[in-house]
């Protein structure tokens, strides 16, 4: 936690995909200002134009760690995205965040424990064949067991966030 100034929070997520994701982005730091955070956007970033392909999502994961790494905390959006479960990359930051000694607050729609949501026979197996965890958490246990919270909406997790870093700061 920062000593002085605005504590800086990374916005994890898939919205950075989103048709309106420059919107979306202005919104979700908007959120954090209220709070009395500084929000950390992606899209904040200055990626240089001309690069290849793959030298340019280097270069965006490079920064993103970075921009990771300057943060005081992680607010992650942790909705199914393209399927049953979060986003892959808004994993990846999560889990790097944990790695870095960084606290992560996660929002997502509740809908109980995976095993609840997530379509499975009665045997607990999915279309696939494979086991769902039964450990009656609302995602992962890499992801659950390693959150400071979560919450129900990002207007909810930016609250709640703040409460929490003004509780582990001793404010």
């Given at each position: 936690m920062r000593a002085a100034g605005q504590p800086k929070v990374y916005l994890a997520g898939f919205?950075?995909?989103?048709?309106?994701?420059?919107?979306?982005?202005e919104y979700l730091k908007r959120l954090c200002r209220d709070q009395g955070l500084e929000?950390?956007?992606p899209f904040d970033n200055e990626v240089p134009e001309?690069?290849?392909?793959?030298?340019r999502a280097a270069r965006i994961c490079q920064l993103n760690l970075?921009?990771?790494?300057?943060?005081?905390?992680?607010?992650a959006n942790l909705n199914p995205f393209r399927g049953f479960e979060p986003d892959s990359g808004s994993a990846f930051e999560v889990g790097a965040a944990v790695?870095?000694?960084k606290p992560v607050w996660?929002?997502?729609?509740?809908?109980?424990?995976?095993?609840?949501w997530m379509p499975g026979d009665e045997a607990g197996r999915?279309?696939?064949?494979?086991?769902?965890?039964?450990f009656g958490l609302p995602r992962n246990l890499m992801l659950a067991c390693s959150w400071a919270g979560c919450s129900a909406s990002v207007e909810e997790g930016v609250a709640a966030l703040r409460h929490y870093l003004?509780?582990?700061s001793g404010a």
């Open positions: 919205d950075v995909f989103r048709e309106d994701a420059v919107e979306r982005g929000g950390l956007y001309g690069l290849a392909p793959a030298e970075a921009m990771i790494r300057g943060a005081d905390a992680v607010l790695a870095m000694g996660a929002y997502f729609q509740p809908q109980g424990s995976m095993r609840q999915d279309a696939e064949g494979y086991f769902i965890e039964d003004d509780g582990a």
